[in-house]
């Protein structure tokens, strides 16, 4: 079963903020949501994680609601270079095994000019 | 500084024949993961390698893949006996594995093609 629940693709005009949902209504309470992005032949690149409290660093910013059941990742003003598929990851890590990162289909985000 | 680096960039062989995939991880990384992705797919997730500890092998899609990782670093993907639908980029990632700080790097990966 999926852990996250994402759309399967997204359009934002460029300079705007691209806001991408996610749905991961079945997180543990050790789980941490991450978000990752993989541009056209390249390998994943990590953006931010966070486990219960709004996240910002200088790529995005990340808002988990209160139950923690959904999250947004926003990239403030979107460019060309953003177009890319998004990862929404959650995962914990109980000390042992492959607490890895599994990855869905993510969200296609296409940066129109 | 260096990221992860993997070799060969491209690799295309025949059915049948055995194929070598290097994965090179950041230093002092503890943690070393082997992914698939096959054209327009998610990633799959192949094997993990946490220090010392045995490899977690449950994502090895047959016995004829294979890894390991000598001295805590480098790590090696066999596949024997390529199918075509071995064909994929077989993507490598390492990370620093700490409490909620599971930050993995990915080498550009390796574009494996089976003829």
């Known amino acids: 079963d999926a852990k996250t629940t994402q759309p399967t693709s997204m359009d934002c005009a460029e300079g705007r903020a691209a806001n991408l949902p996610c749905n991961h209504s079945t997180i543990s309470g050790n789980e941490y949501v991450y978000w990752y992005r993989q541009i056209h032949s390249q390998g994943p690149q990590y953006i931010i994680h966070?486990?219960?409290n709004n996240e910002t660093n200088e790529m995005a910013s990340l808002i988990i609601t209160e139950d923690r059941k959904s999250s947004t990742l926003i990239l403030p003003h979107a460019t060309l270079r953003d177009t890319a598929v998004y990862y929404c990851i959650v995962s914990g890590y109980s000390g042992g095994g492959a607490d890895g990162l599994t990855f869905g289909k993510g969200t296609h985000l296409i940066i129109q000019p | 500084g260096a990221g992860v680096s993997q070799s060969p960039s491209n690799k295309v062989t025949e059915k049948g024949k055995d194929v070598e995939l290097r994965c090179d991880p950041i230093s002092g990384h503890t943690a070393l993961y082997w992914y698939r992705q096959s054209l327009g797919q998610g990633l799959e997730f192949l094997i993990y390698?946490?220090?010392?500890?045995?490899?977690?092998k449950s994502g090895l899609p047959s016995d004829r893949f294979s890894a390991e990782r000598t001295g805590g670093s480098v790590s090696t993907l066999t596949i024997q006996r390529t199918q075509q639908e071995d064909s994929a980029v077989y993507l490598c990632?390492?990370?620093?594995?700490?409490?909620?700080?599971?930050?993995?790097?990915f080498g550009s990966g390796t574009q494996l093609s089976v003829l």
């Open positions: 990632a390492s990370s620093l594995k700490t409490w909620g700080n599971e930050k993995l790097f």
């Open positions: 966070g486990l219960k």
């Open positions: 390698f946490q220090g010392n500890s045995a490899p977690d």
